[in-house]
């Protein structure tokens, strides 16, 4: 059966510095699969390497089969891969629907028209309004997103990533800095998510990890300590000497 | 190669090296603070000019001594730009390039209208002390003796500058911030301190710069317009927070300007342009920046 | 920042968008003395409009902005007095497509570089062709200028007269037709995605969007308006000289958009008329306090009122509408 994603090989090196060794990695299509590892162990580089925003010293990647290795950001995002960044990097001064909106024109082609008005485009925005939907944000559509809650935002954040329909969607820390009254919130929408998409989220917070993950990654320094279902991973002694040894990690 | 082409060379090289050093003092200033603050600072001809006027001001109106007026020029301009620092500048620090873009065209603006207020449209004579007149003999030639002071002394504050950034704990601290400023400040690092004394350090120098230059580079209230374009040049080609690579430009822009306009009259300053596109193109960081 | 467009935008002419045009007519008829000083707002408010594009649309910083204008007006003027080319519709013509291959061609190099890069690009291109326009004087008329620009009626009726008054409406009607055209331009998926791609570019290029084939169109249609603006002003003023493409009308350029609003179409109107304006009554009288005037409103305006007149009367209307 062929990966949704899959990684041969994967080395990153700045000079001297390796933050990437030999990466082989295998994403499921439906796939819940949790990559963790300490601080700097090169986890947020892995991802920025995937989606192209990062290019790799050597390696192959693929998408659907398909080798995307030596294609730009946007080749692979037509190819459905999307992401969802660590830091909210979301048009602040535009409103939630338009957010939404301008990834799924870009998806649908409109993007790119210059006669008709934007809001001419009613499936467009419809789309928009209905994905908005199912993450509980359709009232706030036309709020600004710098007005929102945080927790929100990072609801947005998703959102603007499920426009494009991806087949393989990464999740760089989706709860992070989210206040525990808000995270329930996004813990939904991720229990939610629809089942065909092969989703990897990158995570600190164990109980999200455990609760989520079907296959669990540990990445430490650059490589690949082992993988597994989550049982193994939490009897495993050196994922605990990793986090509870010289590193002195929760 | 035949004597009657060596002489306008040596000339051009001579020539085109004083011209490129005067930039470089004027420019290097511009590049640290750019490369250390992120700051797009257009108006940083302002300083030079500034410090061209302290000069003749000081010089024809009050009789100073030529050194007494270049050190005036580099601590008055230097003082200036810590007040206008510590008010206007700092503010902007984390605004967007267009802000600091057209705030600093704003600084252009009243800086070129006080200075028509005060001195007129008309260029500044520079007078220069006896003993820098005249005609200097080197190597078998004559050549301008103040160009000859000019090459001296800008090479001795250059070298003085290079060690000090090489040397001190403020240059080490500017190398690091350059570098990586979010980590600097982690370690410790005063960056506002750091920022001000760097930007008084840079503009001191292009007050100096200017007016050791006044005879090359014209002192009028234009001036902050007229040579943006050469002062950004340096850095741009140089590598922005480089220090070496605004030297090298500087000079391969001095003297290819002066053989372009010696040898290439009808083209002007045409050659300089189109080689700086095809440089940035190349290297869009520079011949020396980083993240090429 | 307000800004126009978007996914639920309302895209009907609100009646006060019908205002400038209003106002321009009312000035035709009710102060014909003042015509040429009102043919050169139209042509402004046209080159502040194209710089709105790039700069408060795409986010774009250029001050390279004079290079559009400049070439428009010398292929304007050159094909005028030098070529025999009289017809002022076939001028424009020309000068739109100087401006356009000028646009694709520099803008698909240079628009690979941000920052400094890109600033610099800008300045060396217009700096190219100011050294151009300065020694080819046997086509350019070097620093003296190309006078001698002979315009033929529009379609064959329409005199440029004495008084400015064809000049006037003709730059009026041109105005009008490309503000037709930007306006609609905002409102579509492509002028939203400007917007993306000024709010965060980052983010841009998550989705997918081809932001460097966008950021090229756009500079392209604006370097082509920028050309035509400059062809209107050597239909005006009957003569072309260096300072269209010098720096310090690029700087009043900016200081004319800034002043009115950046990013919202009506800044361009507004930046533009108050500042001709205030500059053809003060700065005659006090033409270096004018200057000083400028810089300060220019470091006053970034420091407290981004927005500019645009943003001060949003922030009136919003307290007014509190009030009330």
Redesign the interface.
Known sequence: MIAALETRGLCKSFGALTVAADINFRLDTGARHALIGPNGAGKTTFVNMLTGRLASSSGRILLGGEDVTALAQSARVKRGLGRTFQINTLFRELSVLDNIALGVAERRGDAGRVWRPASAYAETRDESMALLATLGLADDATQRVRDLPYGKQRLVEIAIALGLRPKVLLLDEPAAGVPSLESERILEALDQLPPEIAILIIEHDMDLVFRFARRITVLVQGEVLVEGAPEEIAADRRVHQVYLGEGGHG | MDTSLLAPLVSVVFHGSAFGMILYVISVGLSVT?GLMGF?NLAHGVFAMAGGYVLTTAISRFGVPFPVALALAFIAVAAASVVLERL?YS??YT?G???Q???T??????????A??IYGTLQQPVLLPQYLKGQFPLLGRDFPTYRVFLIGFSTLMIIALWFGVERTRWGAMVRAAVDNRAMAQSVGINTRRLFTLTFALGSGLAGLGGALGAEIIAIQPTYP?EN??YF??V??VGG?GSLRGPFVAALLIGIADTGCKYWLP?????PI??A??VI??WR???LFGRRA | MKHSGGYSADTRIRWTEWLPWAIALAGFFLLPEYLSLGARILIYILYALSLDLILGYAGIITLGHSAFFGLGAYVAGILAARIGITDPMLQLVAAAAAGALLGIFTGAIILRTRGLTLLMLTLAITSVLLEIANKATALTGGADGLSGVVITPILGYFKFDLYGKTAFLWCLLVLFAVWWLVRRLIYSPFGASLTGVRENIVRMHAIGAPVYLRMVLVYTFSGTIAGIAGALNTQTNQFVGLNVLGFESAGELLVMLILGGVGRIYGAFAGPLVYLIAQDWLAKQFPEYWYLGIGAILVIVVMFARGGILGIADRLARLIGKSA
Do not use: D, N, S, W
């Not at chain 2, 065209?105 to 006080?114: E, Q, R, W």
């Not at chain 2, 009808?266 to 045409?270: K, N």
């Open positions: 750019m797009t206007l503010r902007l605004a390039e267009l802000e873009v057209l705030f065209i704003g600084l252009i603006f009243m800086a070129v209208a006080v028509r207020m317009f943006l374009v950004l040049v850095v741009a922005l009808q083209y002007g300053a045409f342009y189109v700086t596109i940035l193109l869009p960081a520079g």
